[in-house]
């Protein structure tokens, strides 16, 4: 029987099968879940049909990963058939020990070995688990927890990567299908978002050339961020009513009851001027500190005013992955006196010899205590005096000062710097004060003769119009000239 078979492998390469000896039928490398094909070609040569039977043998875990269709048929005079051998495992294998036995009917027989080997890609994935451990459990703020994935192609091809995972509210792979090309990279970057205190267990398959799967398995463990005052007592520090000078120390203890380790700052966020000025308050440790779960952590608060501080109530937060937390509150104040004058310079311009201008100035007393105080009056002399020249100031109230200037002197300019008031208990206070002494205006004889009749008319002295519409001068306290009784008019 005229009967001829011809193989052609999955490189390309054809081959006449011999009936005298064993022949080899190489699938040589395949990757898991690809499936490849050697063909085969039943010809006939002779002058009558002939009919085929094709036959595997060997290990069972191997022959289920290959098949041979149609395993029987007829050849017709002058006439092909073609048949093919495939090869598709599913998981990593050697063809050993496997036969490929085709009979000829009334002919040869061939006898051929099977040979080759299932791998996986040459892809390289830098964890296949990941164990996110004990995270805090994620708010809006929060940075969120990040592995990247390292995927590498040690292959000498391009390849096809796919991520067949759906992401969840927990873990969300960000990626999309991409192709690798030989000796190159991909990140790929996995974030956790613990929404509960439970733990977390996810699977994340990917797909190679559409081929074979690696998966990926993420952990990790939802837990509450707990930092609480030790004592319940020292939510609220009170650091008392202080002079100008002294020091406060108070200590508060933390205690960190969450299940993971704990770094954050403090922040506190002074609402006063007054507190804001350096070393005021000051909380120690303040930056960096790290607890881990169960430990307690002593802060060391210090309150040294160097002035009057108000009553306050400020809040001391931690900072802690972008969040700011309340932990405790300090309360006090810095009792001081705090008086001062609403002017520091009071000009009196131009006053007419012989009278007094006066003005007003007012003392306030902004602190928390009263004091007594008192004027360096000897050196008001002898153009300006003040009342009261000494008194006490109440907390919270003001006293007004009339300062009076009564010239002796024309054409004498008076500057009296830094008149010092002392105060009981704290700095003197200082004034300056200026004003110039003039004469009084020339006035007509028409004018003397209106004074000498408007004074015998009312008994009181009276300026012209003319000279009472010069409002230059401050209040003036009647001048009394030596004239004689005007005649009656």
């Known amino acids: 029987m005229n009967a001829e078979v011809k193989c052609r492998d999955r490189m390309g390469s054809t081959t006449l099968l011999t009936s005298t000896q064993v022949n080899t039928i190489n699938f040589y490398e395949v990757e898991l879940n690809e499936c490849v094909q050697c063909e085969f070609n039943f010809i006939n040569t002779g002058k009558f049909n002939f009919s085929y039977q094709a036959e595997l043998s060997g290990p069972k875990f191997l022959l289920q990963y290959l098949d041979f269709t149609p395993t029987d048929n007829s050849v017709d005079v002058g006439q092909s058939e073609p048949a093919s051998l495939s090869f598709q495992p599913y998981q990593k294998c050697v063809l050993k020990g496997l036969e490929l036995k085709i009979k000829i009917s009334h002919g040869p027989t061939f006898i051929c070995n099977v040979v080759g080997c299932a791998v996986s890609p040459a892809v390289h994935f830098s964890f296949t688990s990941h164990n996110f451990g004990t995270c805090f459990i994620y708010q809006a703020g929060m940075p969120p927890y990040k592995q990247n994935l390292v995927v590498t192609n040690r292959e000498e091809t391009s390849m096809s990567?796919?991520?067949?995972?759906?992401?969840?509210?927990?873990?969300?792979?960000?990626?999309?299908?991409?192709?690798i090309k030989p000796g190159k990279t991909l990140e790929i970057p996995?974030?956790?978002?613990?929404?509960?205190?439970?733990n977390y267990r996810e699977l994340i398959p990917f797909e190679i050339n559409g081929l074979s799967q690696q998966t990926v398995e993420i952990k990790g463990k939802g837990t509450e961020m707990k930092l609480l005052v030790l004592d319940p007592a020292?939510?609220?520090?009170?650091?008392?009513?202080?002079l100008p000078g002294q020091v406060v120390k108070k200590t508060v203890s933390l205690v960190n009851n969450s299940l993971a380790q704990l770094t954050f700052n403090h922040s506190i966020m002074f609402s006063i001027p007054e507190l804001q000025e350096a070393k005021v308050i000051t909380v120690e440790p303040f930056h960096s500190i790290t607890m881990k779960p169960k430990e307690v952590c002593k802060l060391e608060i210090t309150f040294a005013p160097k002035k009057r501080v108000p009553?306050?109530?400020?809040?001391?937060?931690?900072?802690w992955m972008g969040l700011l937390r309340p932990l405790f509150l300090l309360s006090g104040c810095c009792q001081a006196l705090e008086i001062s004058l609403d002017q520091e310079h009071l000009p009196f311009g131009p006053v007419v010899y012989q009278t007094q201008a006066t003005r007003r100035i007012l003392m306030m007393n902004t602190g928390d205590v009263g004091a007594r105080f008192k004027w360096d009056v000897k050196k008001l002399k002898p153009h300006f005096t003040i009342s009261p020249e000494e008194g006490y100031i109440t907390s919270g109230t003001e006293i007004a000062l009339e300062v009076t200037y009564h010239p002796t002197e024309i054409g004498k300019e008076s500057l009296?710097?830094?008149?010092?008031c002392f105060i009981q208990g704290g700095s003197?206070?200082?004034?300056?004060?200026?004003?110039?002494?003039?004469?009084?205006?020339?006035v007509k004889e028409a004018s003397r003769h209106c004074l000498k009749w408007a004074k015998s008319r009312s008994g009181e002295f009276q300026l012209p119009s003319a000279l009472q519409a010069h409002t230059d001068y401050p209040a003036l306290k009647p001048f009394q000239p030596d004239l004689e009784p005007a005649p009656h008019l």
Do not use: Q
């Open 416 to 420: 009296y710097k830094n008149i010092l």
């Open 428 to 442: 003197p206070l200082c004034l300056t004060l200026s004003g110039i002494c003039v004469g009084p205006p020339v």
């Open 311 to 319: 009553p306050f109530s400020e809040e001391v937060f931690m900072e």
């Open 190 to 198: 996995i974030t956790f978002y613990p929404r509960e205190a439970i």
């Open 161 to 179: 990567l796919d991520c067949l995972y759906t992401n969840t509210p927990h873990v969300e792979v960000n990626f999309s299908v991409d192709v």
């Open 234 to 242: 020292n939510r609220i520090v009170k650091l008392g009513a202080v």
